[in-house]
């Protein structure tokens, strides 16, 4: 009963580097978002699909790139990371009946 | 765009005591309404939701929120707090018009004390 799997956990990146975050789903949920999480500031969108082929920006899209090639899995890409980009970051899918997201464990990011 | 505003970074209560975490919104159409409990270096968990009808929605846990239009609130509750419910709680919503636009608070920690 694998859910929502996210990798890595942990990650520490210099400055201008590139590094994709892994997310997958094994619900067959059309719906997939990633999100950010800073103190004080609660979840912040970064970028969503409704579906294979179809993706959309969120509040904070900046600095991010996604893309969906299948239902399962929807990376999330820092082409240059900055140091304002430290944060942890969550996947998420949502059932198209309820509306409930349902969230993976998250990736911590470090940005030196 | 959807908003949602919780006031208070910090609720304690007692165990054995009732508990409220405040929650409200704004939107331009009809509120989709969410509780969500993240406990310590986990994901976020569902708690429950208001999408139309009673304006008391129960949930897991012994929870329970209550939608109330006219002050655009959706608090929570409990009647009888648990050392176990310590944990971050974050309300979220998103309306009819972007309906894949999920909009979440800052999050309250609740601290039960025994």
């Known amino acids: 009963n694998a859910g929502v799997t996210q990798t890595p956990k942990f990650q520490v990146l210099k400055t201008g580097q590139s590094m994709t975050l892994q997310c997958a789903q094994d619900?067959?949920?059309?719906?997939m978002s990633w999100y950010r999480q800073d103190p004080g500031m609660g979840l912040r969108l970064i970028h969503y699909?409704?579906?294979?082929?179809?993706?959309d920006q969120g509040e904070v899209p900046n600095g991010y790139n996604v893309s969906r090639s299948t239902t399962e899995d929807f990376p999330l890409r820092l082409l240059s990371a900055a140091p304002s980009q430290t944060s942890v970051y969550f996947c998420?899918?949502?059932?198209?009946?309820?509306?409930?997201?349902?969230f993976g464990e998250g990736s911590r990011l470090t940005v030196l | 765009a959807q908003s949602v505003a919780q006031p208070e970074d910090q609720v304690n209560v007692a165990e054995g005591n009732p508990l409220t975490v405040k929650c409200t919104y704004s939107?331009?159409?009809?509120?989709?309404l969410f509780w969500y409990v993240q406990y310590p270096n986990r994901g976020l968990q569902f708690l429950l939701k208001?999408?139309?009808?009673?304006?008391l929605v129960k949930g897991s846990y012994g929870f329970e929120a209550e939608f109330n239009k006219s002050q655009t609130s959706f608090h929570l509750k409990k009647p009888s707090a648990l050392v176990s419910d310590s944990a971050l709680y974050f309300c979220?919503?998103?309306?009819?018009?972007?309906?894949?636009?999920?909009?979440f608070g800052a999050g309250t920690r609740l601290t039960v004390k025994p």
């Open positions: 699909s409704v579906g294979a082929g179809i993706t």
């Open positions: 979220a919503v998103r309306d009819d018009y972007n309906n894949n636009d999920m909009r």
């Open positions: 619900m067959n949920h059309e719906y």
């Open positions: 998420a899918s949502r059932d198209s009946g309820s509306g409930e997201l349902f």
């Open positions: 939107v331009s159409g009809n509120p989709y």
């Open positions: 208001y999408i139309t009808g009673d304006n």
